[in-house]
C-alpha cells in the first residue's frame, strides 16, 4: 500500500445550510508532509476541527514522490473517501498541503478531478469533488523537487522531529535515492514540468492562502514567492504570509496562523464565502 489516509480524530463534516457560514464547517484535506504521523498533525486537526470542520489526513510516501502511478492510486483513494461524504451531503472542501504533500499526492488528486488523468471513479464522482473545492492552503510548500532535494527533505531535522538522523537512515536514504537517480534522471524534468503545470492550473478552485517562512532551507521562499507572484498574474486571489523565522513544518506554525492578520478563520469564512456565490451545490 502506497501511503493512507484516516479521518482526523473520527471525525466526519457537518454543514448547517440556508445560513451565512458561520458556525458551519467542510472538510479540510490535509495532504501532510513525508515521514509525519498521527501524533504529529493532531494539533493541525484539532485547530481544524475547533473552527468546525473535519479532516481527512493523507500521509504519502517516499516513493509516490518519483511514481506518479502511485501518487495518483493513492490520489484516487482519497478522492473515494472524500466521495463518500459528500454524496450524502455536500459541503465545502479545502486542500491543505504541507511540504511535500503537493508532490507525494495534491497535484494528482487536481489532476484527477481536472480529468487530465484516469481514474477509478467515475466522471461524475471527480466532478462532485471539483464543484465542492473552495479554496486551498500551502504550508512549507510547495518544494521543488529535484536531483537530492528529496534525500534532503527526509533528513532534515525539522522533519524528522530529532536532532539529526540516524546513520543508517541517512545511508539507507541517500542509496535509494542515488538509485532513483539513475533509473529516472530523463523522467525528472518531465515530472517536475507537469507538476508546477498543475498546480498552477488550480488557481481558479477559490483563494489561495501560502505560509511560508524567509530562512526554510526546504521550501525555499524565492521558490514559494515566485509560486505566489505566478498565481496571482493568472488572476488567483492569493495571499502569502511571509515569517522572517519558522520551522519547516511544525507546532510553531500553528501559533502563527491565529497571530497574523489573515488569520485561518478568516480564510476559512471566505471559503465558505466563495462557494456559497459560485455554486447552488450546497
Sequence with gaps: MWGRHYWGGGRRPSWTPGGD??????????FAWLSSQE??????????????WACLVCHSDFLTLFFPEKAAML???VIGELVKVLKITPVPVVFASF???PKGCTYKVLQLIERRCEGQLSLDEYQLVRDCLCGQMYDSSPVDFVSDLGTR??????????????????WMTKGIASGLDILFINKFEEQRK????????????GPILILCSEDDQLATYSVVQNFGQHLLELGGDVNLIKWHSSPHVGIDNLELY??????LVRFLQVTINFILRNTELL
Design 21 to 30: 457560514g458561520a458556525g458551519a464547517g467542510g472538510v479540510v484535506v490535509m
Design 75 to 77: 490520489a484516487d483513494r
Design 194 to 205: 507537469d507538476y508546477w503545470e498543475t498546480l498552477y492550473s488550480s488557481v481558479h478552485f
Design 39 to 52: 501524533r504529529h498533525v493532531r494539533s493541525y486537526v484539532e485547530l481544524y476541527a475547533a473552527h468546525g
Design 258 to 263: 491565529e497571530t497574523n492578520e489573515y488569520t
Design 153 to 170: 527533505f527526509l533528513l532534515d531535522p525539522s522533519v524528522l522531529k530529532m536532532s539529526e538522523p540516524p546513520r543508517v537512515l541517512s
Design 99 to 101: 511540504s511535500g504533500g
